[in-house]
């Protein structure tokens, strides 16, 4: 498999950007120098960036507008939701679990931790809190790969270690 550039990962999404926006007005292809032009780099590094992930376009035709951003989001992770944990049911932790954008972002809060007993075993918008002392278990069932901290800063450390540790 090919290393891939830091760079030309994060040029990745600034192509995406702009291939929404072309979709937006109705453009349906687009060709590699006009894409370069937008997002300032040449259309050889345009090229070079795409073809770490196939190909994509067809010579003296350009690339399909809907086609190119349908595999950017297959190569970002944008096409599937994300499953995450939360520890701290706190004022930010029950704000963010009750955020309706989660779902429109693909992001789905599968698991929520508290340690505070009061909070253990309610239910914000549909996840229930969980108790600290079960969080290995269930984030090895539910195979979580991505945890979000709403923690006090003197404890956030410890919970960081706990979640590498789990995976």
């Excluded at 937008?38 to 994509?56: A, E, I």
């Amino acid at each position: 498999m090919k290393k891939i550039p830091p760079d030309a990962i994060k040029r990745i999404s600034m192509y995406l950007h702009n291939l929404k926006r072309l979709q937006t007005r109705g453009i349906k292809l687009i060709s590699s120098s006009a894409l370069a032009d937008m997002v300032n780099v040449t259309s050889d590094q345009l090229r070079k960036d795409l073809s770490y992930f196939g190909g994509f376009g067809k010579r003296g035709v350009g690339y399909d507008v809907v086609f190119l951003i349908e595999r950017l989001e297959e190569i970002i992770g944008l096409n599937s939701a994300w499953e995450i944990v939360l520890v701290g049911a706190g004022r930010l932790g029950s704000a963010l679990m009750s955020y309706p954008g989660f779902s429109q972002d693909l992001i789905k809060i599968a698991a929520a931790f508290d340690k505070d007993k009061s909070k253990v075993g309610t239910v914000i918008n549909g996840v229930k809190v969980e108790d600290m002392q079960n969080f290995k278990q269930i984030v090895t069932e539910k195979n979580i790969k991505i945890g979000m901290l709403c923690v006090h800063v003197d404890v956030a450390q410890e919970i960081a270690n706990l979640m590498i540790e789990s995976g």
